[in-house]
């Protein structure tokens, strides 16, 4: 359970080794930028169990690292104390959010507001695709929409 005063938010796509990683390091970096990385709980993980344990995906790095920005997560599972703990559960598509929503109602007592990363888009970018089968432009683009995305989530909870 985060501690009272903090704020989290769980960035989630279907195996957290593509765009919820991306999405966790940019919040994290704009939150320590901003003097306010020690008031959130920041974390991603999958709707599928597949990549549990493995590092993002090598190109998702490289573009992080081109934009200055580090993280050793490793992919994990959503759990159901997940929606017990996190403030906001943001995910990437329509097929993450319905298959969150199936989850949630599972668990008793949630108060967790999940909702699509994308809806934060000011250019109104409500998908965030998976860039997996396609090139290092594709990771750029996810990039570029999570820092759109991130920023006005930051702004919105500060």
């Known amino acids: ?6 704020k989290s938010v769980l960035f989630v796509c279907l195996g957290n080794i593509c765009r919820s990683p991306i999405a966790e390091a940019v919040f994290r970096k704009m939150a320590t930028d901003a003097g306010v990385v020690d008031q959130w709980v920041i974390d991603s993980g999958a709707t599928s169990d597949w990549n549990i344990g493995s590092l993002p995906d090598a190109r998702g790095l490289a573009c992080l690292r081109s934009h200055g920005i580090e993280t050793s997560h490793r992919a994990r599972q959503v759990t159901k104390d997940d929606f017990m703990s996190f403030d906001y ?5 329509e097929s993450n959010l319905s298959e969150l929503n199936r989850k949630a109602r599972l668990v008793k007592n949630d108060h967790t507001k999940i909702e699509l990363l994308g809806s934060y888009d000011p250019q109104k970018q409500l998908i965030i695709k998976d860039p997996y089968y396609g090139s290092e ?10 820092v759109r995305c991130c920023k006005v989530f930051l702004e919105k909870n500060s």
Request: proline share 0%; aromatic share 10%.
């Open 89 to 93: 559960i943001l995910c990437m598509d």
């Open 1 to 6: 359970m985060a501690a009272s005063g903090t």
């Open 137 to 146: 432009k594709d990771f750029e683009q996810v990039y570029e929409q999570c």
